[in-house]
């Protein structure tokens, strides 16, 4: 059975001040049941990891390469050496905005497993791409293009159209994805049944139940409402009661 997993990208958001609302949703986790991940900026990353509770910390990307002369990147090893367990790989926002392409993608998921950490692998499509009739099509090859030789991976669906948008793939459209998503990977994998889909994309309170209810939806990748304890709490109890 695939696990429920709450898993919060803070993105460039957040200070040392800020650890207090990674410290509240530690604290809460241990009375709900499904894993919770924040992933933070870098420089919290240590600090948030040292905090008590059941709360994972993972990183927001990593290099593919484990060291050398790449100045302003980290390697999955100094992810793990702060105490992190996941890394986000393959988000919209580092496809678009730094060009990484699926082989780049599945190199870094290679050096994450390789240095202990399991990758988030985002995947999505665009507006444009979406009302042509392509979703399915494009997120399919980049999950084949993006995948590591390894089924220790979580996969993360973001539709590029509804990332802090406030916009949301109707229920239909959602499960339309997800059960794409299953079955390709239950086709590479023998255990690929096993494997965590999460969605994302503009999830808060007020939606995350009627999210957490679709079929072959095991979770979500939560951008802003991950920032405040008040707003991730919610979600993370949604899915533990779904």
Same mark, same amino acid.
């Given at each position: 059975?695939?696990? /429920?997993? %709450?898993?919060?990208?803070?993105?460039?958001?957040?200070?040392?001040?800020?650890?207090? !609302?990674?410290?509240?949703?530690? $604290?809460?986790?241990?009375?709900?049941?499904?894993?919770?991940?924040?992933?933070?900026?870098?420089?919290?990353?240590?600090?948030?990891?040292?905090?008590?509770?059941?709360?994972?910390?993972?990183?927001?990307?990593?290099?593919?390469?484990?060291?050398?002369?790449?100045?302003?990147?980290?390697?999955?090893?100094? &992810?793990?050496?702060?105490?992190?367990?996941?890394?986000?790989?393959?988000?919209?926002?580092?496809? !678009?905005?730094?060009?990484?392409?699926?082989? &780049?993608?599945?190199?870094?998921?290679?050096?994450?497993?390789?240095?202990? &950490?399991?990758?988030?692998?985002?995947?999505?499509?665009?507006?444009?791409?979406? +009302?042509?009739?392509?979703?399915? $099509?494009?997120?399919?090859?980049?999950?084949?293009?993006?995948?590591?030789?390894?089924?220790?991976?979580?996969?993360?669906? !973001?539709?590029?159209?509804?990332?802090?948008?406030?916009?949301?793939?109707?229920?239909?459209?959602? %499960? $339309?994805?997800?059960?794409?998503?299953?079955?390709?990977?239950?086709?590479?994998?023998?255990?690929?049944?096993?494997?965590?889909?999460?969605?994302?994309?503009? +999830?808060?309170?007020?939606?995350?139940?009627?999210?957490?209810?679709?079929?072959?939806?095991?979770?979500?990748?939560?951008?802003?409402?991950?920032? /405040?304890? $008040?707003?991730?709490?919610?979600?993370?109890?949604?899915?533990? !009661?779904?």
């Amino acid at each position: 059975m695939p696990q /429920k997993i %709450a898993a919060g990208n803070w993105k460039m958001n957040g200070t040392q001040a800020n650890l207090a !609302e990674i410290q509240t949703i530690a $604290e809460a986790a241990q009375d709900i049941h499904s894993l919770a991940i924040i992933c933070p900026p870098a420089h919290l990353l240590h600090s948030a990891a040292s905090l008590p509770g059941p709360l994972a910390i993972g990183g927001q990307n990593c290099h593919h390469a484990p060291s050398g002369a790449f100045t302003g990147d980290i390697s999955a090893e100094q &992810l793990a050496d702060c105490g992190a367990s996941y890394v986000i790989l393959g988000h919209s926002e580092r496809r !678009e905005g730094y060009g990484e392409s699926d082989s &780049l993608v599945r190199d870094k998921a290679r050096a994450a497993l390789n240095s202990g &950490l399991t990758p988030i692998i985002c995947l999505g499509e665009s507006q444009e791409q979406r +009302v042509g009739g392509r979703a399915i $099509e494009v997120v399919l090859a980049q999950l084949t293009g993006s995948l590591p030789d390894d089924a220790e991976v979580i996969i993360a669906y !973001e539709p590029i159209w509804a990332i802090g948008t406030g916009l949301v793939p109707n229920v239909a459209e959602i %499960a $339309e994805v997800h059960d794409a998503l299953r079955a390709q990977l239950h086709a590479i994998f023998a255990k690929g049944q096993d494997i965590s889909i999460l969605y994302g994309g503009s +999830v808060k309170p007020s939606n995350a139940q009627e999210i957490f209810a679709i079929t072959n939806v095991n979770g979500a990748l939560v951008g802003g409402a991950s920032l /405040k304890a $008040e707003d991730f709490l919610p979600i993370m109890r949604s899915l533990a !009661e779904s």
